[in-house]
């Protein structure tokens, strides 16, 4: 009789808490990042000159960081390891932050925002393989909320340090280089962590992977074997997986440009709470981070008692309505407007947990990294697009026909759900990746 344990059935161990921890460490740091910016330039403008059009090109170039670091080091991963680029870009996340406290012109300041964005976009696809890779069948749901809402942590604690820093002089170099101080943490914490096993069967490396599960999980423990192949970016182009890329990447920016909005409406939501515009901005930003980061809590729960398939099509449908009332309705109260909001935020939680889900798990591992690189490199164009235009059309059209838009654009996603969204829960990585994609969908319906 065969005693051993399936590595996928596993309870959650020390270890596994341990790569769920500092592997969201790349999430925690975009949402920092991205949102101290902000802050630093109520100080900066004035200090750079800066003026709107060069606003806009540091907010777009760490988006066209992401865009390429996402791309490109998603595929070095799948061919390196995802150790190796696991340590690296957190290195070299904290050195351009620093840096950062020393510019002296606008010039400076959208090229390292540009850097700083591509080793941030390389952190995604290379952490969330491997904290997928090591998840057990049953907790792997939770691991991948718990990297979506460390995003929200990291926004939340940006406009923390935001808010503490914003009246002291030079205030925004602290900004900057205060994002240090986490990439020193995640550095040791990552330090000790053992390579994918998954990736080691895919390269061949069948005795280091035998050396790994017997050191962290004993020698009771087995993994299923998995033949070694190629790294072969085209195989992203193949039907089957270019599908996959199109769903997820739809569904993907279906969630974050309205969510992009939200935050862009936030200092009128702001306003309208009774805050006033500069140092207690960031408390109102905070109050909205809050609520996008308590709809992960449930989500996590909600992907393995519900299922992926249902809590999706649900949630985009919750959204587009609380957006679509927003427009609809003529001059809504403020209990209307957080309410609406915040229920928007609160669901968003589900598409936004399976929007790094869904890749990791319908995708091979020998593909894997490169595949989330792809996918988020995808919404990322959205993203960059909205950036631009949503200020011009808000300022043209007024705020309700842009939250009809943003309604319109998560309906897409719902539609987009309804027909393609697959069920993969209770399935092992393995198995996920071979699911038949249209079929599963047809079942679920």
């Given amino acids: 009789m065969n005693s051993k344990k399936n590595f996928d059935d596993m309870e959650f161990t020390p270890l596994h808490r341990k790569i769920m921890l500092w592997g969201s460490g790349g999430p925690f740091l975009d949402g920092y990042v991205l949102v101290i910016i902000g802050l630093a330039l109520q100080q900066l403008t004035p200090e750079l000159g800066l003026d709107a059009q060069w606003i806009g090109l540091v907010g777009a170039a760490t988006l066209a960081g992401l865009f390429i670091g996402t791309a490109l080091f998603g595929y070095v991963a799948d061919i390196v390891g995802r150790k190796k680029m696991f340590m690296i870009d957190i290195i070299a996340i904290a050195v351009l932050s620093f840096a950062t406290m020393f510019i002296s012109s606008p010039i400076e300041l959208v090229i390292l925002r540009f850097l700083i964005g591509i080793v941030i976009g390389a952190d995604y696809p290379i952490a969330t393989s491997m904290v997928a890779e090591f998840s057990p069948t049953k907790q792997r749901a939770f691991t991948m909320?718990?990297?979506?809402?460390?995003?929200?942590?990291?926004?939340?604690?940006?406009?923390?340090?935001?808010?503490?820093l914003y009246d002291v002089q030079d205030g925004w170099r602290w900004m900057f280089g205060s994002a240090v101080i986490p990439c020193l943490v995640i550095l040791l914490g990552r330090f000790h962590l053992p390579e994918s096993p998954r990736w080691l069967l895919k390269k061949g490396r069948v005795e280091e992977c035998r050396e790994i599960m017997h050191k962290f999980f004993g020698k009771d423990v087995d993994i299923s074997f998995e033949e070694a192949e190629e790294t072969k970016y085209s195989k992203l182009f193949e039907p089957i997986y270019l599908k996959r890329i199109i769903f997820i990447g739809t569904i993907w920016s279906c969630q974050v440009i309205p969510?992009?909005?939200?935050?862009?409406?936030?200092?009128?939501?702001i306003e309208l709470?009774?805050?006033?515009?500069?140092?207690?901005?960031?408390?109102?930003?905070?109050?909205?981070?809050?609520?996008?980061?308590?709809?992960?809590?449930?989500?996590?729960?909600?992907l393995n008692s519900i299922g992926r398939r249902p809590l999706l099509i649900g949630s985009f449908a919750i959204m587009t309505a609380s957006l679509a009332l927003l427009g609809i309705v003529p001059n809504p109260s403020i209990w209307l407007i957080v309410g609406a909001?915040?229920?928007?935020?609160?669901?968003?939680?589900?598409?936004?947990?399976?929007?790094?889900?869904?890749?990791?798990?319908?995708?091979?591992?020998?593909?894997?990294?490169?595949?989330?690189?792809?996918?988020?490199?995808?919404?990322?164009?959205?993203?960059?697009?909205?950036?631009?235009?949503?200020?011009?059309?808000?300022?043209?059209?007024?705020?309700?026909?842009?939250?009809?838009?943003?309604?319109?654009?998560?309906?897409?996603?719902?539609?987009?759900?309804?027909?393609?969204?697959?069920?993969?829960?209770?399935?092992?990585?393995?198995?996920?990746?071979?699911?038949?994609?249209?079929?599963?969908?047809?079942?679920?319906?």
């Fill in 145 to 164: 909320g718990f990297i979506a809402a460390m995003w929200y942590v990291g926004a939340t604690a940006a406009n923390m340090v935001g808010y503490l």
């Fill in 259 to 269: 969510m992009f909005a939200i935050y862009t409406f936030g200092p009128q939501i």
């Fill in 341 to 445: 909001f915040a229920i928007y935020a609160f669901f968003s939680g589900g598409p936004g947990i399976l929007q790094w889900l869904y890749p990791n798990e319908l995708f091979p591992t020998e593909i894997r990294a490169s595949a989330v690189g792809a996918v988020m490199s995808f919404s990322r164009i959205g993203t960059i697009v909205s950036t631009y235009a949503l200020p011009v059309y808000m300022a043209t059209y007024g705020i309700s026909s842009t939250l009809l838009v943003g309604a319109a654009i998560s309906l897409i996603g719902l539609v987009v759900s309804v027909f393609m969204a697959p069920e993969t829960k209770g399935l092992t990585l393995e198995t996920t990746s071979s699911v038949d994609f249209t079929a599963s969908a047809e079942v679920s319906r």
């Fill in 273 to 302: 709470l009774g805050f006033t515009e500069g140092q207690d901005a960031a408390l109102g930003n905070i109050v909205i981070s809050i609520f996008f980061m308590a709809g992960c809590i449930p989500a996590m729960y909600w």
